[in-house]
């Protein structure tokens, strides 16, 4: 039996340590304020905790429960709803004073947290995120609502004058897009969702949304919450085969915008399905493959510190991860020691263990995956530097720091969105410079360095190549006031809690001619409460 393996509960000290979740059959999902009941074939729901059998050692996944698998027929059903709801703009929703849209956001988000330990727990259980980082991803997400509330007030403030240009009175207002298809990662099935989710209901869209592939049973909670909180048809949850559900969704036409979070590939396949792609607008939050640049100048002990807590914060299973690591090489023989103290310095252990750091993975299959990239990087003459990094029980590996990696290596150029810290000699900066510029991808990357004159010409030509610029930290989305963005295959559209309300809505203008008949004209509209358009109210 191998020392990884050990890491494994018994169901014994399971039940001593932290129960696993009730199993659940969910057979339930939210169509036009309804719950309705699915009799059809479910998709089993295992967790990547696994349990070790006492007498022979052997370690299986654990069963949480099931979801429904439902069908092309069931997901048009939602988007109908949907679309219903909306009625061209002329729906219930779109049509709602912001005030009352608020109150409902606020209803939900006090429902939500009567949820925090059920969700919390399926956080930990589901996807492997340790106690910590559970909780912490559903207070922020909590906070993100909040937040999205007052960005929300704050932007009609604004928007509740009158302006005069040119002999012209206009009045301008952010307005709904139509129904939105909301999908987020596996990674953070809460958070990065409701990043999408929240905005787009707050500016008046109604939304179709089906969760993460894994991480779907934490909604369950959620769902009478969506139901009693928000109108008929204004939000809808759906379950199943992405092929069979998505699919159907796009080619139908019905969509206006795609709020998706996941691999580049996969928003394009969805966007080609769409007949009308020019009337489909995309909010996408994709790949990416973040550099962290050591230069010459970097303080070593502090960068190998910031760069591993970067590489490997929920087993380096984020978009924002520190993917590639280039230093120079004069200096990898002082850094690869450092690098390797601090992967050695993470506590492997379950999710609800104190100070877990390196947990089991998620997805099946994925120690096999990075094993395959680390035998390739050996292949390619590249060595695994710290002790036992790289070895693997079922789901859960210790991490494994490589050097060097080269551009014959898949490691250099694939998104690796595991538990691997690749390693890059450089002679010279042009090397770093060319990789960036000719990336696939352009979320963010981070510079370690302690001469500006070295630091700032890099940020003048990296700030045409990626979204984020990150000086001496680690790659990061937070605080979520900053525009989270990237280019090339790394995102469309900008992300924070102000740009996403952009992102959902589109800006409409009412004009008439500034003489005295048009300003009284509006005037009596107004003061009569004729268009709630063309109100003046102050939200406080």
């Known amino acids: 039996m191998s020392e990884l393996s050990l890491l494994f509960p018994t169901a014994a000290q399971v039940a001593a340590e932290f129960p696993a979740p009730v199993y659940l059959a969910q057979r339930h999902y939210l169509i036009d304020g309804e719950l309705c009941h699915w009799s059809g074939e479910l998709a089993e729901v295992f967790s990547p905790v696994q349990i070790r059998d006492e007498t022979t050692g052997q370690i299986a996944a654990a069963r949480l429960g099931a979801t429904p698998l439902l069908d092309s027929a069931a997901a048009l059903t939602a988007l109908d709803a949907a679309v219903r709801a909306y009625d061209l703009g002329r729906g219930e929703w779109p049509t709602m004073p912001l005030l009352q849209r608020i109150r409902h956001v606020e209803q939900f988000l006090a429902a939500m947290q009567q949820k925090r330990a059920d969700v919390v727990n399926l956080l930990m259980w589901e996807i492997g995120k340790n106690a910590a980082d559970a909780a912490k991803e559903f207070d922020r997400t909590c906070d993100y609502i909040r937040d999205t509330i007052q960005a929300l007030k704050q932007q009609d403030r604004a928007d509740s004058h009158f302006i005069t240009e040119q002999g012209v009175l206009g009045k301008i207002r952010r307005v709904p897009l139509g129904v939105a298809l909301c999908m987020g990662p596996f990674n953070y099935p809460l958070n990065e969702t409701f990043t999408t989710l929240i905005p787009a209901l707050m500016m008046g869209n109604t939304v179709v949304f089906k969760p993460a592939k894994y991480g779907v049973l934490l909604i369950e909670p959620l769902l ?130 104190a100070g877990a750091q390196i947990t089991p993975l998620p997805e099946p299959g994925k120690t096999d995956a990075m094993a395959a990239l680390i035998a390739d990087a050996r292949d390619h003459g590249a060595q695994v530097v710290n002790s036992g990094g790289g070895d693997f029980a079922g789901s859960l590996m ?75 930290s680690q790659c990061q989305r937070s605080p979520d006031s900053f525009p989270f963005t990237g280019r090339k295959d790394s995102a469309e559209g900008t992300l924070s809690v102000q740009d996403a309300l952009h992102q959902f809505s589109i800006p409409t203008l009412v004009a008439t001619k500034g003489n005295e008949a048009g300003i009284n004209l509006v005037r009596d509209m107004v003061q009569q409460r004729d268009s709630a358009f063309l109100a003046t109210d102050f939200l406080f």
């Not at 493959?289 to 502090?302: E, F, G, S, T, Y």
């Not at 023989?333 to 390797?340: Q, R, V, Y």
């Not at 060097?404 to 900066?429: A, C, H, K, N, W």
């Open 224 to 353: 009478d919450a969506f139901r009693s909180c928000f109108p008929a048809g204004v939000i809808n949850v759906i379950y199943g085969r992405g092929r069979e559900t998505v699919g159907a969704l796009m080619q139908s036409g019905k969509v206006d915008v795609l709020a998706f979070i996941g691999t580049n590939k996969g928003a394009s396949d969805l966007k080609r399905l769409h007949p009308k792609p020019h009337r489909l607008k995309a909010v996408l939050g994709l790949d990416a493959k973040n550099p962290a640049i050591v230069l010459p100048c970097a303080d070593l002990p502090a960068t190998a510190k910031e760069v591993i807590a970067g590489a490997l914060a929920f087993n380096g299973q984020r978009c924002t991860a520190l993917k590639i690591i280039f230093v120079p090489r004069a200096q990898a023989a002082a850094l690869l020691p450092l690098l390797a103290a601090q992967i050695d310095a993470l506590k492997l252990a379950m999710p609800w263990q």
């Open 398 to 472: 210790r991490p494994a720091l490589l050097y060097p990696v080269s551009p014959q290596m898949r490691l250099y150029q694939e998104e690796q969105f595991g538990p691997l810290v690749p390693v890059v000699p450089y002679d010279d900066i042009s090397e770093v410079i060319d990789y960036v510029i000719h990336s696939n991808f352009g979320q963010q990357l981070s510079i370690f360095g302690t001469d500006g004159r070295a630091i700032g010409p890099l940020v003048d030509i990296f700030a045409n190549q990626v979204g984020r610029i990150n000086i001496n």
